[in-house]
C-alpha cells in the first residue's frame, strides 16, 4: 500500500504491566491507523516520556473521523461508518479493547481527528517506578 511507517523514540521508556497486553494496544492502534489509510500516506509512531508518563501517539494521514463520531469510538461495537467498516474488515472492538486495557493499567487513552486530515490516538502509561 505504499505507506510510510516511522517510529520517533529518544529514549527507551518502562512501564509495569502485561507485556503482551501493552502490545495489543499498540498492534491495535497501528492496524486502525495503516487500515484508514490510503496509499502513499503515512503513519507516524511517537514514544516519549513525559511528566511521569510514558506518552503513545500513533498518528497517521489517513480519511479521519468526523467529530460527532469522535467521542463514540472507543464503544463496543461502535462504527464510524458501517460500510467503511465493511471495506476494512472491522467488527468495532478494537478500540474498546485498547481502552479496556488502558484502563486495567492506570492509563489514560485519547484521540483527536478530523474527516480528510488524519487522526491522532495518543496512550499515556504510568512509568516504572524505579527500584531502589
Known amino acids: 500500500r505504499h505507506i510510510a511507517l516511522t517510529c ?3 529514549q527507551p521508556v518502562c512501564v509495569q504491566g502485561d507485556r503482551w497486553r501493552i502490545k495489543q494496544v499498540i498492534v491495535n492502534l497501528l492496524d486502525n491507523a495503516i487500515k484508514y489509510t490510503p496509499a502513499q500516506g503515512r503513519v507516524l ?3 516519549k516520556s513525559v511528566n511521569g508518563h510514558a506518552v503513545l501517539a500513533v ?3 489517513g480519511i ?3 467529530p460527532e463520531a469522535l467521542p463514540h ?3 463496543r461495537f461502535y462504527r ?3 460500510t467503511r467498516s465493511a471495506e476494512a ?3 468495532g472492538l478494537g478500540l474498546a479493547i485498547v481502552k479496556s486495557i488502558c484502563a486495567a493499567h492506570g492509563a489514560e487513552v485519547e484521540a483527536a481527528s478530523a474527516p480528510n486530515a488524519g487522526s491522532r490516538f495518543t496512550v499515556r502509561l504510568p512509568l516504572q517506578k524505579p527500584t531502589n
Open 8 to 10: 520517533a523514540a529518544d
Open 45 to 47: 509512531v511517537r514514544v
Open 59 to 61: 498518528e497517521d494521514s
Open 64 to 66: 479521519g473521523i468526523p
Open 73 to 75: 469510538v472507543f464503544e
Open 80 to 82: 464510524v461508518d458501517k
Open 89 to 91: 474488515e472491522s467488527a
